[in-house]
């Protein structure tokens, strides 16, 4: 008996670590297709859409998606603090913009001056930036918490009203 709960023991722990890797397969980031819906949700629940621009083979768009953005989603402590999303800047398609009407990928990545990705955007329901950005993926171990920090930021000015130009507007003041 103490045999075959040995045998037992020894298998899961060899397959431990096999169920993991297959669950983390689990989550997807949702591409946008509609960005009214998503804004109506974003206000809603008063929480900032965090929106990763991408593009079809972007190494490091995967890469962010795999190392930072999956794991946000898998752990749950972001559903009452932010809509994680992803965009596809060659997707092709249009999609329903923040006020109703279609528009093309081209067009909607021009508003918010997107050349480069991954580049990490900060917004609410009606599209108006929170917070500054983040533009490719650089500073390999720190990239999270400053992912963070933009949300939490994002998320203050969103539940105070605060626009992203008044608060700018007070960091060049000299007072």
Not at 62 to 72: A, S, V, Y
Not at 81 to 86: C, F, G, N
Request: charge should be neutral.
């Amino acid at each position: 008996m103490k045999h075959n709960l040995l045998k037992t023991l020894l298998l899961s722990s060899l397959l431990c670590p096999f169920l993991l890797w297959a669950d983390e397969g689990d989550v997807a980031v949702v591409k946008v297709t509609d960005l009214q819906k998503l804004g109506q949700e974003s206000l809603k629940h008063k929480i900032p859409i965090v929106m990763m621009f991408s593009a079809d083979g972007c190494s490091w768009c995967l890469r962010l998606e795999e190392e930072h953005f999956k794991p946000m989603i898998r752990s749950g402590d972001y559903e009452d603090k932010a809509l994680i999303r992803q965009f596809k800047i060659d997707g092709g398609l249009s999609v329903r913009d923040f006020d109703g009407k279609m528009i093309d990928p081209d067009e909607f990545s021009s508003r918010y001056s997107i050349f480069v990705t991954p580049t990490v955007v900060y917004i609410d329901g009606h599209g108006g930036e929170l917070a500054k950005k983040m533009v490719g993926l650089t500073t390999g171990h720190y990239y999270g918490s400053y992912l963070d920090m933009a949300i939490d930021e994002s998320l203050d000015m969103l539940r105070r009203n605060t626009p992203l130009k008044a608060k700018l507007a007070q960091k060049r003041s000299p007072l």
